[in-house]
């Protein structure tokens, strides 16, 4: 799994791919398609594409998105001191959201060169699901018990599909 991120503007474009192996990745990035693609990128950044590869640490299965899907990348990073015990509860988050009404994919991504940066991938059927699972009592205490545990702030960007 791959993440990318890079700010076009006034907003952000996110990337998030699957691959089969490490080679399968290395040759899709290395193609000439991919390097032209990021070529008519580069002049819209505001900054450089930040690439990190990942694996998935609470993965479940993914429902089909509609066009009014809301899709959630949010960053944690968690103290040193405190990982095993965050990682319990991200895995405890990620199976309570999945119960959610309106909840398409809700995954736990570990990133490969730091092990206390997560990535939470989430999609959910619209605007209205997404505010109801914030508000949900799931969800506050993740939250709350997050905050001793975390190493920055709590990181969440919400993208709408390119279709």
Known sequence: MRSSSASIGRGDVAFLEKWQDANAQASHATAADTKSFYDKLKPLLAAPIDARAHSGYAVGPRKSAGARAVFVLT????????????????????????????ELRYDVLQQASRPNHLTLAEAWRGKAALEAHEAAAHTRKFRDALLPMSGSLYDQRLYKAIR
């Open 75 to 102: 960053h944690v990073d968690l103290i040193g001191a405190k990982k095993d015990e965050g990682l319990a509860a991200l895995k405890q988050l990620s199976a309570d959201s999945a119960k959610d009404a309106g």
